[in-house]
């Protein structure tokens, strides 16, 4: 008789703590885009929102990828795995607006111009205009694309359909998403508008703090990896010894 009650406040205790790290983590993204709106004030108001919309992702991407080799590295930060989750669900949702915002304001729903190809106004046919255009857009629906599998397969009963394993693989998309996403995120902020046959704007203001956040998660991931290396080398010493020591 007292199982069960205790069973009923332990699942209100835990959908209320999900709740809250939803909140959470809507807070900061919001407080993310309307930062990375100002910062792009001067664009018009596509430009401005297909950029904060993409520049919110990353960052949410980019912590979801450095949570977990912090808390190899730095024990109290443990308690942050549990929001790697509602990270990587909240970067693919603005990652989506973001890629909306592209299809209706940029390219007006035209495909071929997504991928860097403009109708020749004398022999209305398609030419290749683009090219970094169009390569910088197919890594990013590639990017969208597994952030989407991942997005949908972050539930326990995604895990509970798929098995541990089953569901493990697919979350090792991480890696892929991660890369792919540098690439695109680095072709629009260095050189997309390299071309001679337009008007060269200012530095985007974000390529410094791009780059950094870019060497921090692979900084992190790095010395985890390092620790986690010394740690597997030194029990193997251990047990070594402890194997030819006499009884």
């Not at 205009?129 to 991942?150: E, K, S, W, Y």
């Amino acid at each position: 008789m007292i199982k069960q009650p205790v069973r009923s406040l332990a699942s209100g205790g835990l959908s209320g703590t999900v709740g809250i790290r939803h909140l959470a983590v809507i807070v900061f993204a919001a407080a993310l885009l309307v930062g990375f709106a100002a910062v792009h004030a001067q664009w018009s108001p596509m430009h401005r929102w297909n950029r904060a919309f993409g520049d919110a992702s990353v960052v949410l991407v980019a912590l979801s990828m450095a949570i977990g080799p912090l808390a190899r590295l730095v024990r109290p930060a443990v308690r942050l795995l549990r929001f790697r989750r509602e990270l990587g669900i909240y970067g693919f949702l603005l990652a989506l607006v973001h890629t909306v915002i592209i299809l209706v304001g940029w390219v007006q729903w035209d495909l071929m111009r997504l991928f860097g190809f403009e109708l020749h106004p004398d022999f209305q046919v398609y030419v290749m205009f683009q090219q970094g255009f169009g390569l910088a857009n197919g890594i990013g629906l590639a990017a969208l694309f597994l952030a989407a599998i991942l997005g949908l397969t972050s539930s326990d009963l995604a895990l509970r359909r798929l098995g541990p394993s089953g569901w493990k693989f697919l979350q090792m998309g991480v890696l892929p998403l991660w890369w792919l996403t540098v690439a695109h995120v680095a072709y629009f902020l260095f050189l997309h508008f390299m071309s001679f046959h337009r008007e060269t704007p200012d530095p985007n203001p974000l390529q410094i703090w791009f780059v950094g956040l870019v060497i921090a998660v692979l900084g992190l991931r790095a010395a985890a990896y390092l620790q986690t290396i010394r740690g597997k080398l030194g029990s193997s010493k251990i047990e070594g010894v402890a194997g030819d020591a006499p009884i």
